[in-house]
């Protein structure tokens, strides 16, 4: 059972460049997520979709887009990523509320930018 | 907005022996749910425990067990027996109990080391 699936899981990028990190969930769950992780600061929500078709702003989404692809996969992209973008980035995804809320995670990761 | 405060940046414990990681909270809801992560140096996110904010005794998963005090907002970890596998950064995390898309909120985490 493979859950959350990152790829890639290391990426060093120049300024400027642009690129799309990947998620896909095998759980069929509704509910997927962005955050980033950086040093002292926890995880920090970037974006969010409910469901197919629909996306939302979390805490921190300047400079990124994402994408709800299908109910499977949903994709963070760094239009021209800048030295501050560099963290860790987790996927992570949800069946529904109540009993259902526990949030399953990717391995994570890791961008450089130089 | 929800807020989650870890006060402790770094902890250490002898093998075998208890420790409790504090979390407190700040939320205006009355029933919301609160989690534990662990997060070992592989970098993955692990679900260590979780509490339903309307069920007032304390979720235990085998060593781990929380203290929830509702109306003090806090949230603390009791880790027993540690063993050198529990070294890893530990996530306070709360959640909303609305309808499926509702995110987690973190607090900055506590690095816990275990010593032999």
């Known amino acids: 059972n493979a859950g959350v699936t990152q790829t890639p899981k290391f990426q060093v990028l120049k300024t400027g460049q642009s690129m799309t990190l990947q998620c896909a969930q095998d759980?069929?769950?509704?509910?997927m997520y962005w955050y980033r992780q950086d040093p002292g600061m926890g995880l920090r929500l970037i974006y969010y979709s409910a469901s197919e078709g629909t996306t939302d702003k979390g805490e921190v989404p300047n400079g990124y887009n994402v994408s709800r692809l299908n109910k499977r996969e949903f994709s963070l992209r760094l239009e021209s990523a800048a030295p501050s973008q560099t963290s860790v980035y987790f996927c992570?995804?949800?069946?529904?509320?109540?009993?259902?809320?526990?949030?399953?995670f990717g391995a994570g990761t890791r961008l450089s930018v130089l | 907005a929800q807020t989650v405060t870890q006060s402790q940046p770094e902890m250490s414990v002898q093998e075998a022996e208890t420790v409790t990681l504090s979390c407190t909270y700040d939320?205006?809801?009355?029933?919301?749910?609160l989690f534990w992560y662990k997060q070992p140096p592989s970098r993955q996110m692990i679900l260590v425990i979780r509490q339903e904010a309307y069920k007032q005794q304390n979720a235990t998963e085998n060593r781990f067990s929380v203290n929830f005090q509702k109306a003090a907002k806090s949230f603390s970890l009791k880790i027993s027996d540690s063993q050198l596998g529990d070294t890893a950064m530990y996530f306070c995390?709360?959640?909303?109990?609305?309808?499926?898309?509702?995110?987690?909120?973190f607090g900055k985490g506590t690095r816990l080391s275990v010593i032999a």
């Open positions: 939320t205006s809801e009355s029933n919301y749910y």
């Open positions: 759980m069929n769950h509704n509910s």
């Open positions: 992570a995804s949800k069946a529904g509320g109540g009993a259902k809320n526990i949030q399953y």
């Open positions: 995390a709360f959640m909303k109990p609305y309808s499926g898309n509702t995110p987690l909120v």
